[in-house]
């Protein structure tokens, strides 16, 4: 049975900006499968206590929360909406390096490596 929630486009937890969809989009082309969903979530761990989880998935679960994001559809486990309620998912490239970063209004202590949070 899909329990699966499909928020409005307005009620989104997380926004994305445009170079980390552009991002996202190219790498889900490398993987060749068109039945992909971005999930990003929270987990118990990291140097601050809680660090985000972010992959590729072709799995809907039963909490999930389903967002469309200019083609991409994304995934949100309803546990992991409080923690990331107002979160930029954000994408920074460059020659020393880059990659995705998440900025969460929420996080009372952030890590130096940008994975790890508490709240």
């Given at each position: 049975m899909e329990n699966n929630k499909q928020e409005n486009s307005n009620d989104k937890v997380v926004t994305i900006t445009a170079p980390a969809i552009v991002e996202v989009k190219?790498?889900?082309?490398?993987?060749?499968?068109?039945?992909?969903?971005?999930?990003?979530?929270?987990?118990?761990?990291?140097?601050?206590?809680?660090?985000?989880?972010?992959?590729?998935?072709?799995?809907?679960?039963?909490?999930?929360?389903?967002?469309?994001?200019?083609?991409?559809?994304?995934?949100?486990?309803?546990?992991a909406v409080p923690y990331l309620e107002g979160t930029i998912l954000d994408f920074k490239g460059g020659l020393l390096g880059g990659g995705f970063a998440f900025e969460n209004p929420n996080a009372k202590r952030s890590c130096g490596c940008g994975t790890s949070f508490s709240c």
């Open positions: 190219r790498l889900s082309a490398q993987e060749k499968d068109e039945t992909l969903y971005l999930r990003l979530g929270v987990a118990a761990g990291g140097c601050s206590g809680m660090s985000y989880s972010m992959g590729f998935d072709t799995e809907l679960l039963e909490d999930d929360i389903k967002y469309n994001y200019d083609d991409i559809t994304v995934l949100i486990s309803q546990k």
